[in-house]
């Protein structure tokens, strides 16, 4: 069965080989033969549906399939570390149950000393999702080093890397580098920290 009258069957199995190679190059053995396949198959209909916009005079087929797949792959790549990276954060609803040793079902809500969360949150009344942040920012500063908590701070504060390299003594790039391995290390608050 053909899937497009300007397309050869020749034509297909050679786009079909062509996504195959980039994507093992380009995924490595981080997906399954499934993950894989889906992937592949993902990529093979960006590319039918965008056939009709292939224009001759601009370049040649397979360059503009193969820009296609870039595209595609780096587009789940993406979508696949932020899959990642929402898991990390397993965040708990105060209405979840918990099992708290009794035959009742029980709340997690039920469970929180207000003592203790007033104390974690310095008395002041706040909406919950400022209380959750103060609470996971304090739990990831206190993995940070001295050097990164104090980059952390000043880039909170909103000074740009000028700044900072200025202040810190270092070129731009190694406070770009520093940031990059900062947000690795709190890749589990990306949901609070916007950049």
């Known amino acids: 069965m053909r899937i497009s009258p300007s397309l050869s069957d020749h034509q297909v199995e050679e ?3 062509l996504v195959l190679r980039k994507a093992k190059r380009f995924f490595g053995r981080t997906l399954t033969a499934h ?3 889906d992937t592949c198959s993902h990529t093979m209909l960006q590319i039918l549906s ?16 193969s820009q296609i797949t870039d595209s595609s792959l780096l587009d789940a790549s993406r979508q696949r570390r932020a899959k990642k990276h929402q898991g990390a954060l397993n965040l708990a609803s105060l209405h979840s149950s918990v099992d708290a040793g009794v035959d009742a079902a029980t709340e997690l809500w039920q469970c929180i000393d207000e003592q203790s969360l007033k104390r974690r949150i310095g008395g002041r009344t706040q909406t919950f999702a400022d209380t959750q942040l103060g609470i996971d920012l304090q739990e990831a500063s206190e993995h940070l080093t001295s050097g990164q908590r104090s980059l952390l701070k000043a880039k909170l504060e909103g000074h740009s ?3 900072l390299a200025r202040h810190f003594g270092v070129c731009r790039g190694t406070i770009y580098r520093r940031m990059v391995a900062l947000r690795h290390r709190l890749s589990g608050l990306q949901i609070y920290l916007h950049e």
Do not use: P, Q
């Not at 965008?50 to 399939?65: A, I, Q």
């Open 35 to 37: 993950d894989l396949e």
């Open 50 to 65: 965008k056939l009709s916009n292939f224009d001759e005079t601009r370049g040649s087929f397979y360059g503009y399939v």
């Open 161 to 163: 890397a000028t700044e």
């Open 15 to 17: 786009c079909r080989k």
